[in-house]
């Protein structure tokens, strides 16, 4: 316990500006933040105050605002500290919708099959939604999932994917691919994906190349620009702690900026200027925001701002350097315990993981496991059919977390 301490001594954290929830008179651990972030302390006296000008402004809170953040732009608010967390250019940030939404807005534009190039490749075991959404673009266009859909798997024995088993698909059958759409981080494995290498190679054969970034955004270091990356979309409410089921994000790069492809378009959309002109002309506002279609909740948005100001007080840099102390700790404390019984599936490469060990139960106690765990406060994320996720997020959990999670741990598999 002393080391544990120690070390949160010497990398502190802004936990203090975070709601910890309490169980029994006790603070939790908490390591399920990579399924939905604490909130933090600002966020009740936001919300509170666009509460208040709603109800002395009404209507009027869209044009004249107690708190200079006018409805009718309060998105505009979210795209600076948004960008430099995707590592973006601010027109090619735009809040809106939620993750499946923008997926299917993006595929809209840049899931454009012929008849040699049709095919989309993804990784085996992506998140439902992921699948659900592309398989059912690839209906729209009259095709069948079975032969449009490449997704990659493991090697025989293995849990994560090979990058240049990645590659050599990608050189294989990239004159078939119209689309790669990957997980920027696994989310049942924790794998951090090689973007920018899948993503020039991609190119290279002519495919688009999209991220979905739910498990990246805010959990590890991203260039999205100088990447060169197509598009990218995200949810909000896990690394970024802006609340349950809370708006998305989606990047766009400026290359396709002003290009002809085709978009689903909306009101909100349209140039600010020519907007309340009330004509049916399309004038897109250029850049990602051009892909906007409806006004977005002001409670939302303002949720997202109050993380937004903790994310202003620190870098992903420093987060990222922070995470991967926290994690390879972790790493190092359950391997101490030499049990047969889990395995990390997880790379041990930290250059190949955010903040998120996946912990592989060998035999069928995981689910005993993870409620013996509840019972005594400490709160990790099961997955079907045997792993136990652990997310240590820099912002606000701490070393002595871990210690007290592996302390528990080695008790219940004993």
């Known amino acids: 316990m002393q080391q544990a301490r120690d070390l949160d001594a010497q990398h502190p954290n802004l936990r203090a500006q975070f709601h910890i929830p309490v169980q029994n008179g006790k603070e939790i651990v908490?390591?399920?933040?990579?399924?939905?972030?604490l909130q933090p302390k600002i966020?009740?006296?936001?919300?509170?105050?666009?509460?208040?000008?709603?109800?002395?402004?009404?209507?009027?809170?869209?044009?004249?605002?107690?708190?200079?953040?006018?409805?009718?732009?309060?998105?505009e608010h979210l795209l600076e500290e948004s960008a430099k967390i995707v590592g973006a250019q601010v027109p090619e940030v735009a809040i809106m919708?939620?993750?499946?939404?923008?997926?299917?807005?993006?595929?809209?534009?840049?899931?454009?099959?012929?008849?040699?190039?049709?095919?989309?490749?993804?990784?085996?075991r992506s998140f439902p939604s992921d699948y659900f959404a592309i398989a059912s673009q690839v209906q729209m266009h009259n095709l069948d999932p079975a032969s449009a859909i490449i997704q990659v798997k493991p090697r025989e024995g293995e849990y994560c994917l090979r990058t240049e088993?990645?590659?050599?698909?990608?050189?294989?059958?990239g004159d078939e691919i119209a689309l790669i759409l990957f997980s920027g981080v696994q989310y049942y494995t924790g794998?951090?994906?090689?973007?920018?290498?899948?993503?020039?190679?991609?190119?290279?054969?002519?495919?688009?190349?999209?991220?979905?970034?739910?498990?990246?955004?805010?959990?590890?270091?991203?260039?999205?620009?100088?990447?060169?990356?197509?598009?990218?979309?995200?949810?909000?409410?896990?690394?970024?702690?802006?609340?349950?089921?809370?708006?998305?994000?989606?990047?766009i790069h400026e290359k396709h900026h002003g290009s002809n492809l085709k978009r689903l378009a909306g009101w909100w959309g349209q140039n600010p200027e020519t907007k309340f002109d009330m004509t049916n002309e399309f004038e897109p506002i250029p850049g990602a925001n051009g892909y906007r279609l409806s006004n977005p909740s002001v409670l939302c948005c303002i949720s997202?701002?109050?993380?937004?100001?903790?994310?202003?007080?620190?870098?992903?840099?420093?987060?990222?350097?922070?995470?991967?102390?926290?994690?390879?700790?972790?790493?190092?404390?359950?391997?101490?315990?030499?049990?047969?019984?889990?395995?990390?599936?997880?790379?041990?490469?930290?250059?190949?993981?955010?903040a998120q060990l996946s912990v592989l139960f060998l035999n069928d106690d995981m689910m005993n496991v993870f409620e013996g765990l509840q019972r005594q406060g400490i709160h990790v994320d099961e997955r079907k059919p045997n792993v136990i996720r652990v997310s240590p997020a820099p912002l606000y959990n701490t070393f002595e977390d871990i210690y007290k999670f592996v302390t528990a741990l080695k008790q219940l598999l004993q």
């Open 30 to 37: 908490y390591f399920v933040g990579n399924s939905l972030g």
């Open 43 to 75: 966020t009740q006296e936001l919300v509170d105050q666009e509460l208040q000008v709603w109800r002395e402004s009404a209507v009027v809170g869209h044009h004249a605002h107690k708190y200079n953040r006018r409805w009718v732009d309060i998105d």
């Open 97 to 124: 919708n939620t993750l499946t939404v923008n997926l299917h807005l993006m595929m809209v534009s840049f899931y454009r099959p012929t008849p040699k190039r049709f095919k989309i490749l993804m990784e085996h």
């Open 165 to 173: 088993d990645i590659l050599e698909i990608i050189q294989n059958s």
């Open 191 to 251: 794998q951090y994906f090689d973007i920018p290498t899948i993503t020039k190679k991609g190119q290279e054969k002519g495919c688009f190349v999209g991220w979905d970034l739910a498990h990246a955004v805010g959990n590890v270091h991203l260039k999205l620009h100088e990447w060169q990356v197509d598009f990218a979309c995200w949810c909000t409410y896990k690394y970024l702690n802006s609340g349950p089921g809370n708006i998305g994000g989606a990047f």
């Open 304 to 354: 997202l701002y109050g993380s937004l100001q903790v994310f202003k007080q620190t870098s992903m840099e420093a987060l990222v350097a922070r995470s991967k102390l926290l994690t390879g700790y972790l790493e190092s404390q359950l391997l101490a315990l030499e049990s047969d019984k889990i395995k990390i599936i997880t790379p041990s490469d930290p250059k190949q993981r955010g």
